[in-house]
Every structure is written in C-alpha cells, then in structure tokens.
C-alpha cells in the first residue's frame, strides 16, 4: 500500500512553511537582508562582494534550503537532487537579483522576477536543462510561500476592500469570458475536452483551473499539458507588458493591480507585474487573483456536474466523477487561507513595533521565493512547446479569448476600483 496518503498537500505545505518561515524569524533569528544595489565597479566590490555581504547570503541561503527540503519532504518528493540542484538553482537567482541591482537597470524598473525569468528562458531554449537541475524547479512551491510571506504586510482591511471588489469583478469576468472562450473554441471546432480546459484556463487562473478542470472531466494529459504551455508562454509578455500599458493610459496602481490581478493568468506572474508598478497594485494584484481563485472549487464542482450529465460514458465499466460540495473544499487554494491567517495576525495581534522592525527581512525573503520561482518558469518553459502541435486552432482560441479577457477585465477594474 502506498503511503503518499500519509504526505501533506502542496497547499497545506505552502501554509505549514509560510507560518514556520515566519515563527523563525519572529522568535528564533532575525535574517538580515544582503545589499544587492551597487552603481559601479568599486562599489561592487565594496558592496556586493564585502565579506558581510557574503555572510548575509550564505545565512539567506541555509534559510531557504532548509525550508525548501522540509517542502520536498511533506510533499512525498525526492531530495535526492534537491542538495546539488538547488545551490545551482539560488545561484543563478542571485546573479539575476545583483544584475537586477545595477543603477542601469534599476533605471529601467527591471526588477529581480523579470531578469530570473529571461536568464532562465536563455538557457533553457539554447541549452539542455540536467534533470537533476529539472528535479528542483517547484515554481508553484517557491511563489506560494512568497504568498504566505506578503500576508505580513497586507492589512487585513485591504483584503475586505479589495476583496469584495474583487469578488464581484472575478464574477462578472469569469462568467463572460468563460462563455466567450468556450464558444469561439465551438466556432474553431475544438473538441469539447479541450474546449472545457481552455475556457477555464483562461478565465479562472490558468494552470491551477486547467489542472482542476482536466480532473473533474477526467482529461487527456497531453491536451492538459498543451494548454499548460499556452498558458505559462503567453503570461511572459502579459506580465511585462501590461503594466507599461496601464501607465501610459494613465490608470491608478488600485485599477492596474485590479486589472493585472484579474487578466494574467498565472499567480507568480501576477506578483511579476504588480511589482513592476508599485506596492499597492502588488497588493491589490494579489487579493484580486485571490477572489478570482476562490472561485476555482466553485468552478470544478459545477464543471463536474455537467460533464457528469452530458457525457456519454464510453465504456460501461468508467466510474464517472460524482459531483459532491467536497470537490468545492478540495480545489480550492489551500494557500489562501495562510495568507488571510498571516494577515489577521499582523494585522491585529502583532505588535507594529514588531512588525516595523522585520518588515525589511520579510520583504526580502518574500521577494527572494518569488524570484526563485521565475528563474524555475524559465528554466522549464520551451517557447518551441507551442508549435509543436499539428493543430494551431486552440492557440487561436486561447489568444483570442485572451485578448476578450485583457478588454473586459480592463473595462470592469476601472469601474470597480
């Protein structure tokens, strides 16, 4: 008998770690952020390379590898590359944040994210990624944490603001684009498994609602795995683009954290963007994605039930998914509730003093898991993936109700926020 079973949930992992991170810097040891802004070669090296520098990230390093093992292990996977993968891994992430930290490209507001994200995609589509490196690349993993650790900076009040606005704007898209994108993928004669996959990716959250909606239809892995692609490949330019948009049509960073947070189609690209912009579309961002992910076991449990009516059973002997309210409590993101937890506590029973004097540490490890997680996206994602298939019909369907999704989500957030 298997004991996967006995393993935590990657969600349930993300919450037991997040809250541990923050224990450990609250009542054990207090991880000083390393400097990574320097303006010249001499201040590099007087800087960057300072002996306390190195120190600081070797202490960051150990802090994260030790959370990193614990996740791989409540989680039932290997670690057996984890001890040669990973120092690779944080490397690589730490050469992109002191480039990201040169006066040049600050200059440009390149952030951290965006310059893992192009080191990864570099070497990925010019070199063969080592399958021991391939074993360590959790992307949903590192950026779920980074989640857990942005709770310590987001009142809760804004969550009840935000959220509520949010919620009802995360209705209205994805009921429209939903439609919208199954019925252009009618007019291009998907079939009906894709065309359930692809509109749900789109309009609910990308990789986690095709994952979700792939298991209450009981769907085809490769199908699963193409719309995964179409997904992580289009959110790149998604994520730098939009936010050069929203500043030249002059949006606020409220309505462009709503309109990031509901278009963009994965979370860890969410937090790219919203970065981009400023801390208030950072937060407003991700309570967006948040009301918009809640909807996610909603979705799967009605998805369910159709596909469960409407389907004929193929083989007599198929056990059909019975559709039940806890197909609602197993899609939906676990993770959320970290956050809120982590909020509510920093919100009213931590004391401020506290919190102003580790508000810079968790500010730096959030933004050290969120940049871990995007030199991973780029590690793994191919741009060849995309034409690879025979058909490019759901690639058109995918690209044109995304574009219905940027115009009415743009549409919704200017009026709500």
């Not at 040669?84 to 990201?100: K, R, S």
């Not at 507001?109 to 959790?138: C, M, T, Y």
């Amino acid at each position: 008998m298997s004991l996967r079973k006995n393993y935590l949930t990657e969600d349930w992992t993300v919450v037991v770690l997040g809250l541990l991170s923050i224990g450990i810097i609250l009542f054990f040891y207090n991880i000083p952020a390393p400097v990574y802004n320097w303006g010249s070669s001499i201040e590099f090296f007087k800087s960057i390379l300072a002996p306390k520098n190195i120190q600081h990230l070797l202490l960051q390093f150990m802090y994260v590898f030790l959370i990193s093992i614990l996740g791989f292990l409540f989680t039932g996977k290997s670690i057996k590359y984890l001890i040669f993968g990973f120092p690779v891994l944080y490397a690589l992430t730490i050469f992109a944040t002191v480039l990201a930290g040169s006066a040049e490209l600050r200059s440009l507001n390149l952030e951290s994210v965006i310059i893992s994200l192009s080191i990864g995609l570099i070497i990925s589509n010019i070199f063969k990624v080592p399958e021991w490196l391939k074993a360590v690349l959790s992307t949903e993993l590192y950026v779920k944490i980074g989640l857990i650790l942005l709770g310590t900076g987001v009142i809760f009040g804004d969550i009840l603001k935000a959220g509520t606005l949010g919620l009802i704007q995360a209705l209205i898209v994805v009921v429209s684009v939903w439609y919208f994108a199954y019925w252009i993928s009618s007019k291009l004669n998907i079939d009906k498994e894709l065309k359930m996959m692809l509109a749900s990716a789109v309009s609910i959250c990308g990789v986690s609602a095709a994952i979700a909606t792939s298991g209450a239809i009981k769907g085809d892995s490769k199908k699963l795995s193409y719309i995964i692609s179409l997904v992580l490949i289009t959110a790149i330019p998604m994520m730098i683009g939009m936010p050069y948009i929203a500043k030249y049509i002059g949006l606020t960073q409220a309505q462009t954290g709503a309109w990031l947070g509901g278009t963009i189609d994965t979370t860890g690209a969410v937090v790219a963007s919203g970065t981009l912009v400023g801390e208030e579309a950072l937060k407003i961002s991700t309570i967006v994605k948040f009301s918009q992910n809640v909807l996610l076991g909603i979705a799967a449990f009605v998805i369910s039930i159709y596909w469960s009516y409407t389907k004929k059973q193929e083989d007599v002997n198929e056990v059909q998914l019975k559709p039940s309210l806890s197909i609602i409590w197993e899609r939906f993101p676990k993770f959320v509730l970290g956050f809120i937890a982590v909020s509510l506590l920093f919100s009213f029973v931590i004391n401020p003093q506290v919190i102003g004097e580790f508000k810079g540490t968790f500010k730096n490890l959030q933004t050290l898991w969120f940049t871990l997680a995007f030199t991973s996206i780029g590690l793994e994602t191919k741009l060849s993936d995309l034409f690879h298939a025979g058909n490019k019909k759901p690639l058109y369907a995918f690209l044109i109700a995304q574009l219905f999704n940027v115009l009415i989500t743009l549409a919704v957030a200017y009026i709500l926020f």
